[in-house]
């Protein structure tokens, strides 16, 4: 008979498992910072433990009574979003699951039933899709505008607009905002301003220097760089951030230690990175504006865009991003152009080190200034050689001819 161990004895290894190899012990530094990885966060003493609740709830910087609102890796990336991207303004930032999630969490937070929102006809797609639908739901009335009118749109401002909500440039189409010009006149009229900062990252935009009161942030793209991890974050000046806070805590948003470390790896490199982007996409841009197959190049940095001017005050430089338009051609001649490249592959997202081609198909996703042109392609330059880009190109040039027989 075998006599098995009383797990109550001295002798039971339960309470060296639960105890064991849980101190810290002497810290040192490193390089990177680690990676903490938690659900209970443990006190002291009772009394600790009221203070950090209060702490936490009243949205207090680095509190966390529960790892839902942060661990020392994810205090270290908010921190480090906020810093870079407000610059000298005094702003906090929230880190949310994805850069969809910042977007409906920024709405949420700042709209209530009843309020109306400015939306810029050529935002995200997804941004736009909440909109007509979600908040549509909550009473929230959305009207879209063109992204050419800058301060055209005090027009269109009504006693129940609460919010301007901006993307410049725009997804797919590039059209470059008159920001700072929307911010002044929103704030005369006691209205906040959002934009979606996923083009530029702070490297070449600074948001709160045009005057918004809020940036979002695909941290997914260009501060992740490596196509491997979701996030999204959203930067607001220190006045606004309560709101945030709690519309953040009320829904249990939060982030895993590891993707945020993988973001702040990411994030030292941005700049780097950014300007390879930049250098590949204008080679780029500039080689499709001499093809005859292009109707025009969508980059705001090339001369021939219509606001070239306010790109080049505004922004400090470009990204990997641009579309062109082709000046004829089929559907399936399209997909011959897009289909098995060597370098530019097939896949929504950019912002990674990767190349990547996809056709526009925004006919539904404009209202305000509808499509009229011809078949738009959306490119995002990789960090691989424009030679080779080129060259990848230039095959899908010829499999397009083909296609038209």
Same mark, same amino acid.
């Given at each position: 008979m075998t006599n098995r161990p009383n797990p109550d004895s001295p002798a039971s290894l339960g309470a060296s498992l639960v105890t064991a190899a849980r101190s810290p012990g002497k810290p040192y530094e490193t390089v990177n910072l680690p990676v903490w990885r938690a659900s209970s966060v443990l006190f002291s003493n009772v009394a600790d433990m009221r203070a950090e609740v209060a702490a936490t709830v009243a949205g207090e910087r680095r509190a966390a009574n529960y790892a839902t609102a942060g661990t020392p890796t994810t205090f270290a990336l908010s921190d480090a979003v906020a810093q870079l991207e407000a610059g000298p303004h005094a702003a906090r930032a929230a880190l949310m699951?994805?850069?969809?999630? &910042?977007?409906?969490?920024?709405?949420?937070?700042?709209?209530?039933?009843?309020?109306?929102?400015?939306?810029?006809?050529?935002? #995200?797609?997804?941004?736009?899709?909440? &909109? !007509?639908?979600?908040?549509?739901?909550?009473?929230? !009335?959305?009207?879209? #505008?063109?992204?050419?009118?800058?301060?055209g749109v005090e027009s269109l401002l009504r006693p129940s607009t609460r919010m301007v909500y901006l993307e410049s440039p725009g997804s797919y189409t590039f059209e470059i905002q008159d920001t700072p010009a929307i911010c002044e006149l929103a704030r005369r009229r006691g209205v906040l301003t959002a934009i979606d900062n996923a083009w530029a990252s702070p490297v070449l935009a600074r948001p709160f220097d045009w005057g918004v009161d809020i940036s979002v942030l695909p941290l997914t793209k260009y501060w992740s760089g490596h196509a491997d991890v979701l996030m999204g974050a959203a930067v607001v000046r220190e006045p606004l951030w309560p709101r945030l806070h709690q519309a953040v805590r009320q829904q249990g948003l939060c982030v895993s230690g590891d993707d945020a470390w993988l973001i702040l790896r990411g994030m030292r490199t941005l700049e780097v990175r950014m300007r390879a982007h930049e250098r590949h996409a204008l080679a780029l841009a500039r080689w499709l504006a001499g093809r005859p197959e292009v109707a025009r190049v969508l980059h705001p940095a090339l001369e021939s865009h219509p606001q070239h001017g306010l790109w080049k005050r505004d922004f400090l430089g470009a990204s990997g991003l641009f579309a062109f338009e082709l000046r004829d051609a089929t559907p399936a001649q399209v997909d011959a152009l897009c289909d098995h490249r060597s370098h530019f592959k097939l896949g929504f997202s950019w912002g990674g080190f990767e190349s990547l081609i996809m056709p526009a198909n925004i006919g539904a996703l404009r209202t305000a200034r509808p499509w009229t042109g011809g078949p738009l392609i959306r490119l995002h330059a990789g960090l691989e050689s424009p030679d080779e880009l080129i060259a990848d190109? !230039? &095959?899908?040039? &010829?499999?397009?001819?083909?296609a038209r027989d």
């Open positions: 699951p994805s850069g969809l999630s &910042a977007i409906a969490v920024t709405l949420q937070a700042f709209l209530s039933p009843g309020d109306h929102l400015l939306m810029s006809d050529s935002v #995200y797609g997804p941004a736009r899709v909440f &909109a !007509e639908g979600m908040l549509a739901r909550f009473g929230i !009335e959305t009207t879209f #505008y063109d992204p050419c009118l800058g301060a190109l !230039e &095959a899908g040039f &010829a499999a397009m001819a083909a």
